[in-house]
């Protein structure tokens, strides 16, 4: 019997949904069998699997996007310990309520029973707050799963990462989505409808990998539905998202990233904005968007400003830590700044002609000076020179000569320093 400290919603994690809950929170699977996704954390033999079925659970962080599935893993994990289950979301709650759900696991403990504390959005608690938590992870008070949307590494104290394991849920696929939407008709959700093929499908595409959003707005749309049909476009009203003729896979998918990286070529932030709004609407991976940023940077605008690889780097490291929807932001901001940066592919251009020289010529070994390990002799050092330029020749006797970097008028100034350096080593401007 709980304890009369215990909440009793609070403390059966395996407990109905009622039936006026949300679809989400009705369909919420209640076992490893039921699971849908997060097959790389929960294959069998994995330490997360078998701490479940062992009924064993470890103090976690999970980390991951929205409906991947972090609140229902936790209640699973809580279900198979036979442990009370406590939930709180670090957006509303503060050390006040940590300290009666710790009071409650106190009493919980004297009377032989654990408690699973799981606390969303763990990364807004501030560092005393997290503080907090360190005595009672440590002695087993509770066994805390945190989850989070944000990387833990930079979100989460130190000294709470190292007592905890740390999991990265992945982003759940079309199929993931699909098998839950079919599973929720199977079940009699929408009895009174009939839900087209095409509009779970859509449902399935357009939701992001977010189980939650799909479920609800399947949900809506079957309460909404006239004439007792769920077609294409009630899915689409019910997610109020337009429908894209875009998927990751097909030819969409690369015309829409050339079309982004010809436009911001072309030093049109509109058309770039423009292409890279489709994308995101597509859903298209972030990352993917990111890594062509990086290499656009280089490859067209390269040394004609610098900065730019800079602002494509920092983008990138920016969708990895916050993730989306917020990083639509350094995206936009990226593809705002290639499109107005001075454009140059010099840089291109040379380590092109220099793998083609190198691919036809063969690889000479470095000259006997230039070499490491004490096996290099006769090696000028150019700091002891004026201008810490020496006259050395520094390329093997097959390359010497060859000119492999060839500045355009947008690199003028590197231009004119690269002439310079040439005089003063006693070479060919």
């Known amino acids: 019997m709980d304890s009369l400290f215990d909440p009793a919603d609070a403390t059966r994690p395996d407990a109905t949904a009622p039936a006026d809950a949300p679809l989400a929170a009705r369909m919420r699977p209640r076992s490893l ?3 849908v996704g997060q097959e790389h954390l929960l294959a069998a033999g994995s330490a997360l699997r078998t701490a479940i079925e062992q009924g064993r659970p470890h103090s976690m962080i999970l980390h991951g996007p929205p409906g991947s599935g972090k609140t229902t893993l936790a209640r699973i994990v809580a279900a198979s310990a036979d ?3 406590e939930e709180l979301s670090a957006v509303q709650a503060g050390r006040p309520e940590v300290r009666e759900v710790l009071r409650r696991a106190e009493q919980r403990r004297r009377d032989g029973r654990g408690t699973i504390f799981f606390l969303d959005e763990i990364h807004r608690f501030n560092k005393a707050q997290q503080d907090a938590l360190l005595p009672a992870v440590e002695d087993g008070l509770v066994t805390l799963i945190g989850a989070t949307t944000e990387n ?5 104290n130190g000294a709470l990462l190292s007592r905890t394991r740390q999991y990265e849920l992945a982003e759940l696929t079309e199929a993931h989505v699909r098998t ?9 959700e ?3 409808v009939r839900v087209e093929d095409d509009a779970l499908e859509l449902l399935a595409a357009r939701a992001g990998g977010d189980a939650r959003t799909a479920l609800a707005a399947l949900e809506l749309a079957c309460r909404t539905a006239p004439e007792g049909v769920v077609t294409q476009a009630h899915a689409e009203d019910a997610l109020q998202r337009r429908i894209l003729h875009y998927d990751r896979a097909d030819d969409r998918h690369y015309d829409t990233i050339s079309a982004w990286i010809k436009a911001t070529r072309a030093s049109d932030p509109d058309a770039s904005l423009y292409y890279l709004a489709v994308m995101l609407e597509g859903g298209e991976d972030p990352r993917f968007i990111a890594r062509r940023m990086v290499i656009l940077a280089s490859e067209d605008v390269g040394n004609a400003d610098p900065q730019a690889l800079s602002v ?5 490291a920016a969708v990895d830590r916050v993730g989306l929807p917020e990083a639509q932001f350094p995206l936009a901001q990226a593809a705002i700044y290639l499109s107005l940066a001075p454009k140059s592919d010099a840089a291109k251009r040379a380590i092109g002609a220099a793998r083609g020289f190198v691919r036809e010529r063969g690889a000479e070994p470095p000259p006997a000076q230039l070499r490491s390990g004490g096996r290099g002799h006769g090696y000028d050092s150019p700091h002891g020179h004026p ?14 000569g060859e000119r492999f970097y060839a500045p355009d008028a947008q690199e003028a100034a590197l231009a004119a320093r690269l002439a310079e350096i040439r005089r003063a080593r006693g070479r060919e401007p």
Do not use: K, M
């Open 33 to 35: 069998d039921d699971f």
């Open 83 to 85: 442990a009370a289950f």
């Open 152 to 156: 833990p590494s930079f979100e989460v």
């Open 180 to 188: 839950l939407l079919r599973r929720a008709l199977e079940r009699g």
């Open 190 to 192: 929408c009895s009174d």
């Open 312 to 316: 494509a780097t920092a983008a990138a």
């Open 387 to 400: 201008g810490h330029l020496g006259e050395q020749e520094v390329a093997p006797p097959g390359a010497v």
